[in-house]
């Protein structure tokens, strides 16, 4: 209750009380998942954590200009931030998985590479041709609203900038801020599927109901559940983020990047709650 009627923070900064109430959750989550699967659900709910954290992460990357940057009035891509995030990271998870399942000897590092890869590639593309859009189809230039210099190209901005709007089109930095957040979003995702998918892959086989399958016989089983799971995730860290964000972001040089820290704290808790109810269906069967 002390989190709750606690007063909310502003701007960027943490409420300290909420924050530490989230993390003893967060140690008493790792607990229970300990005693209940033992060192292998402990090792896999550490890594979906982990998952959840670049997800969330990689969202405030992603340039986001909603309905204003339809109209020009706005930097960023015209859609929502979860949309857009779950867009990235789905792609990159999909990559990731084709890695892994394609590998004689899965190596878990190639496939959420390839994972970001995946991610950061989907919004290149998407950047690029939005872009392309903003400049030849609506005839405006790309230019921040945030700040006076691109921090990447050292290119001005507010000579570009049109009256009564906040900025249009995707400058460098929000381009290049995309394609992290991307990068970070497909890895998470990736991450989080193969996490799931280790476990369930030792862990069904074993179960009476599944005995008399064998290991390629739940294969399939295994695999769906990691990526409803992981897909499930995937969405609530970005929409953890979207909340976080409030509207509308450039990207990196966006003041509101920098209340980062509060979506992982959320993301952490949220990722960790979700994974205790994703590995407690394998070791507390009903």
């Known amino acids: 209750m002390t989190a709750i009627a606690a007063k909310p923070a502003s701007g960027a900064s943490l409420n300290p009380v909420a924050s530490g109430i989230g993390i003893v959750v967060l140690i008493i989550l790792i ?15 550490i890594g979906i954590i982990v998952g959840g954290l670049l997800i969330a992460f990689g969202v405030h990357f992603v340039p986001v200009g909603g309905a204003p940057a339809a109209m020009g009035q706005a930097p960023g891509i015209a859609t929502g931030v979860a949309m857009l995030a779950a867009g990235a990271g789905l792609a990159g998870l999909f990559g990731g998985a084709w890695a892994w399942a394609v590998q004689t000897n899965p190596d878990l590092l190639v496939a959420v590479i390839t994972g970001g890869v995946g ?15 903003y400049i030849f189809g609506m005839g405006i230039p790309a230019a921040s609203g945030k700040v006076k210099v691109d921090p990447l190209t050292g290119d001005t901005q507010p000579e570009f900038k049109s009256q009564g709007t906040e900025g249009h089109g995707l400058p460098f930095i929000s381009f290049v801020g995309g394609v992290i957040g991307g990068i970070f979003g497909g890895a998470g995702g990736t991450l989080i599927y193969l ?15 599944f005995d008399k399958a064998g290991a390629a016989g739940v294969l399939p089983i295994a695999i769906s559940l990691a990526g409803i799971f992981a897909v499930g995730m995937f969405l609530i860290n970005a929409v953890l983020a979207a909340y976080n964000i409030t509207g509308t972001i450039e990207g990196p040089h966006d003041p509101k990047f920098k209340r980062f820290p509060r979506a992982l704290i959320a993301s952490a808790i949220a990722s960790g709650l979700c994974g205790v109810a994703a590995l407690a269906i394998v070791f507390v069967p009903v």
């Open 119 to 133: 991610g950061g590639l989907m919004m290149a593309i998407t950047c690029f041709f939005v872009n392309f859009i």
């Open 31 to 45: 607990g229970i998942m300990y005693a209940i699967g033992g060192q292998i659900a402990l090792i896999a709910l």
């Open 195 to 209: 996490m799931l998918l280790n476990v369930y892959q030792e862990v069904l086989p074993k179960m009476t109901v």
